[in-house]
């Protein structure tokens, strides 16, 4: 085989790592270039290895990977962003947890997707920097429910398609999106849902972040939506996430509660 073919370059971000064999590391990592791949970083847990502080999870970097009998090798790895204030705080890193937990958990390897890739980077960014992680997270569970293709319908009734009204509704898993009252009687496992929940969901939809960031969120509507996007998930996923135990054990200075 063609040494060109054999070795690639891509620019990923590290989600997780394990440790595999006596000296070695299996990542998973979502690239630009080939959407979520698994690798080995041969001898990365030895004391003097110069690729272990660039393999570590939320970090993104620049790679050249050799073709394995089974998986790709990292050969050579260098760091792009540590996104270093995620791991200073306790409530931004279990945020940062949570936003990879659901792009893992959504994706398969599968081929590219560049979208998911900006998506990820732009929010591990903006996760460092923002004085409010919880906009930063309901955004971006918005905006990936749009790329893998589960987009709620928030404009009009699922069901009997008339325009939503400005009135409290109901939101169904099952049907993915808003039902009006009247519709709402007749499916079980609805969730009432407010006008201001709804305003908000349906300004994120349609919202680049810079102008979605222009809606203040209330403490009461990010509760309100942090259940509600749980319980769509665990619908679509058919099983409960991880990282929000583990947020919930936190308060949003990085304390233990």
């Not at 109901?170 to 009687?185: I, T």
């Not at 709804?198 to 209330?218: C, K």
Request: charged letters at 25%.
């Amino acid at each position: 085989m063609p040494s060109r073919e054999r070795v690639s370059r891509a620019e990923a971000i590290v989600l997780r790592h394990m440790d595999w064999g006596e000296a070695d590391r299996l990542l998973w990592l979502f690239t630009r270039e080939t959407g979520k791949i698994r690798a080995v970083a041969k001898g990365v847990r030895k004391p003097r290895s110069r690729k272990a502080g660039h393999l570590e999870p939320f970090t993104r970097v620049h790679l050249l990977l050799a073709q394995g009998r089974d998986l790709p090798i990292v050969t050579q790895a260098e760091m792009v962003e540590s996104h270093l204030p995620l791991r200073e705080n306790l409530w931004r890193m279990g945020c940062a947890a949570y936003v990879v937990e659901l792009l893992d958990r959504f994706t398969y390897e599968e081929g590219e997707n560049v979208g998911l890739f900006r998506l990820l980077a732009d929010t591990l960014a903006r996760l460092c920097v923002e004085p409010d992680p919880a906009f930063v997270v309901r955004y971006y569970e918005i905006r990936l429910l749009d790329l893998v293709g589960f987009r709620p319908q928030l404009f009009q009734c699922v069901e009997c398609e008339t325009p939503v009204q400005p009135q409290a509704q109901f939101f169904s898993a099952v049907q993915g999106g808003l039902l009006c009252p009247k519709c709402s009687e007749r499916f079980s496992g609805v969730r009432p849902i407010t006008v201001e929940a709804v305003r908000f969901l349906r300004h994120m939809q349609r919202s680049s972040y810079g102008e979605a960031a222009r809606l203040p969120l209330t403490e009461a509507v990010d509760h309100e939506l942090e259940l509600l996007m749980q319980h769509y998930f665990t619908f679509l996923l058919e099983r409960g996430l991880n990282t929000p135990a583990f947020l919930s054990l936190i308060d949003k200075k990085g304390g233990v509660r």
